[in-house]
């Protein structure tokens, strides 16, 4: 029969125990917390969500609230995605966060419009998604109420987008690795594809906003504010085919051109906030990528 004495030794090297248990796994917890932020942030500016949600402009805070975003549907004013729990997106759940990229639906079930480009970071893994969130909310939470988009009908029916995703959003979710190409071009195809979503501006679209599949990346007369989106398939004319690996690592990082130009425009932006902050094997990745896909030429 134990002692009283035995049994409060017993409990006290129990409590130690315990207590030092739970201290480790919750020092374990904040490491790996801290980890999911760090790479989170990587996958943002690869992402490039800062310029769309920060009217910098008008002088906006970080992620409060987007500039104005001119299409030919109307006016859209992305939201606030701080982790504000009233205006921004401090309530949602992972679950909800994954399903607005992968499934383009907010929490309560409504569609979101593509103006949002879901269509192409639905390609991004649930772990990447993740530490994405785990990155936006160790952002300051901003409490800067959303500004409606201002679309014309019958766009401004969001219930129509239904319609729209059944069109054009067939195909969703990350994409296995093809097993007969190496390591560098998956890489490439994730950080073009899915992340970096040149698609959405290079790759022309149809009279309802849906993205031209067999043009891919062929360019778009009319992209982002009007402008003229170049043709980068290795099309040795019309696209990059005569750009050597170095020259599309070179303009990813710096915006310089072969010719000894500066990129413009919208892709300014791209560089600025994106593309020079890829690592080194992350631009090499993309323009192997690049450089392997079918040249398109201009349409007939
Ligand atoms: C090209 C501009 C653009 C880019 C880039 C962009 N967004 Fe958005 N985002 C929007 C617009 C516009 C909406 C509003 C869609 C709607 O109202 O249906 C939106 C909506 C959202 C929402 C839903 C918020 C809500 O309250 O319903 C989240 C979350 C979000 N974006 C996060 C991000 C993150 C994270 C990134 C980077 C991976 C990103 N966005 C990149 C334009 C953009
Ligand atoms: C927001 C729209 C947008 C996105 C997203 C975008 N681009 Fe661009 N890109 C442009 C525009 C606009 C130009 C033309 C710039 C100019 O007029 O100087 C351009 C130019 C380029 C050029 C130079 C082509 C030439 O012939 O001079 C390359 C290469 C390029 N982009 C690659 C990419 C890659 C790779 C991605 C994805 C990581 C990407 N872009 C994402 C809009 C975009």
Known sequence: MASRAAVKTV?????????????????????????????????FNAAGCLGCHTDE??????????????????????????PDPEHGIGRWS????????????????????????????????????????????SREPVAAANRPHDLSMPFSWR???????????????????????PPEWNRGRYVVDALGHCGECHTPRTTFGGMEADRYLAGNPK??????????????????GGWTPGD??????????????????????VVRNSTSKLTADDRAAVAAYLQSLPPIGPPP
Do not use: C, H
């Not at 906006?60 to 701080?82: D, E, M, Q, S, V």
């Not at 219930?159 to 190409?181: E, H, M, S």
């Open 11 to 43: 409990i006290m090297v129990a409590a130690v125990a315990l207590a030092a248990a739970t201290g480790l796994a919750g020092a374990g917890a904040r490491a790996a917390d801290a980890d999911a932020v760090r790479r989170g942030e990587y996958l």
């Open 57 to 82: 402009k008008g002088g906006g805070k970080p992620l409060a609230g987007g500039r104005a975003l001119a299409t030919p549907f109307g006016t859209f004013y992305p939201p606030n995605i701080t």
């Open 94 to 137: 992972d679950a909800d966060f994954i399903r607005a990229f992968r499934e383009g639906r907010a929490p309560d079930g409504s569609y979101l419009y593509p103006a949002f480009p879901y269509p192409s970071y639905t390609r991004m893994t649930d772990r990447d998604l993740l530490d994405l969130k785990a990155y936006l909310f």
């Open 159 to 181: 219930f129509l987008l239904a319609g729209w995703q059944w069109l054009y959003f067939d195909t969703r979710g990350p994409r296995p690795d093809d097993p007969a190409k």
């Open 223 to 240: 992209g982002p504010n009007g402008d003229k989106v170049p043709n980068i398939t290795p099309q040795p004319r019309f696209g990059i």
């Open 248 to 269: 599309i690592t070179l303009l990813l990082e710096t915006g310089l051109t072969p010719e000894g130009d500066v990129v413009g425009n919208a892709m300014a932006e």
